[in-house]
DNA sequence: CGACGTCTGGACGCTGGCGCACAGAAGGGG
DNA sequence: CCCCTTCTGTGCGCCAGCGTCCAGACGTCG
């Protein structure tokens, strides 16, 4: 059985197969830019293996990541909204394979399929939440702890305890010098927690990690798999 | 005519007249909490003068305002996505009407009326840029320009110039000292903008203080108006 | 194998906001 | 009318993160 995405996975198996027919397997790769805020929605994309950071732009500084799509999620949620333009820069973040649907084809399908609809409102009340932690959390916690928050997040969706990345990338995400990324990493490092070199970052210590980071991990863990589960 | 909420008043007059005979109209008091993050969502509301504080709690912090709800929106949006839970703490900012319904009527109602399903789908995807945009807000902006765009909305919602909130409050809802809402007003009032006096706050140069404060007030403006209208 | 681009690691002074503590001013209730 | 609560204003030392610059380390590609 291939890799799947956990939306699709939640379908009947009656839907599932007819929406997958629909769907085109691609793959993403590193840095690619899937939309741009006030830009239509072409395609929407179902993660299997890879992952997708939204980013918010902010005119005079460098924009901040708000979101992460992995196989827990899709992107493109606007659309079954009704809306056609995407809010985000969204941006891959873990190489890999996706579904792939064009918009006309999603509305299309989302309208065929009530179960569909259900399984994606429920997604976007956990979006909804996931935003509130995150404005919170970059708010008021320090460099270390949402960089491990962010580490720990990755792993999970990039289905390894490695994936590329580097601190000037991460620095762009957590909307701080790429310094202070530095700093932090290598006093993960140095604690054993993690391992890294040369934009490969590897999670060694899962359980510490966990300890380190702010509240906000378990809480958006806790949500989606009330609220989808 | 009563005032309204926009969202309403989006609707056919038929749908509209059929929803309105089952709304109730309740007085909200300053400081009530209408929902706390996890508990059960009783009634949803559609503010017509009042307007209320969606705030994210943290732990170890005080929380941080993510949303400001006035007769331009609704609280209780995630029941219209099928989860009866709240992510929020609601808190009452501004005193005034709003049109309540409970949370079962609210389903039927909606199960019933597609303009109205439209609706509250288009606002919830103005909701999810809101909120991407609060929180890059948040993390960039100087305490000064983020107490500017919180006047400028609530002045919006409060269809008033002036209203009462006390810089205790302002803190809270910004998630920075209270000594730092107090020299920022300071500073503010210095130069005319406004004028406060224990609890009741005056925007007296509107345009000034478009001015000072960030590009986050048009942009949520701007996605509102092309979103919505 | 050498040169260049990329990635990581320090160092500098600076500043916005923090935590705390205290003092004056305005109102409201007994 | 006085006391007590609430609201606003100020002064401390402190620190996380900023902006900038430079240096070393690693790889890759010509």
Known sequence: ?????????ALPSKDRR???????????AFGDVLTEPGDPIRHVYFPTQSF?????????????????VGDEGMLGISLSLGVDRSPFHAVVQGEGMALR?????????????SALQGVLKRYIAVVLGQLAQTAACSRFHVVEARLARWLLMSG??????????THDFLAYMLGVRRVGVTKAASSLRAR??????????????RAALESVCCGCYAADNTVYAKVMG
């Open 192 to 205: 054993g927690l993690i391992g890294y070199r040369r934009g490969d970052i590897t999670i060694v210590d």
């Open 156 to 165: 999970d969706r990039a289905h390894s305890p490695t994936f590329h990345v």
């Open 18 to 28: 007819r929406f997958l027919s629909g769907c085109e397997s691609v793959k993403l």
């Open 52 to 68: 997708i950071s939204l980013v918010m732009p902010v005119s005079g500084h460098s924009g901040l990541e708000v979101g992460l």
């Open 1 to 9: 059985m291939p890799p799947a995405n956990r939306l699709l996975s």
């Open 101 to 113: 649907l064009d918009a006309a084809r999603f509305c299309h399908e989302l309208a065929l399929s």
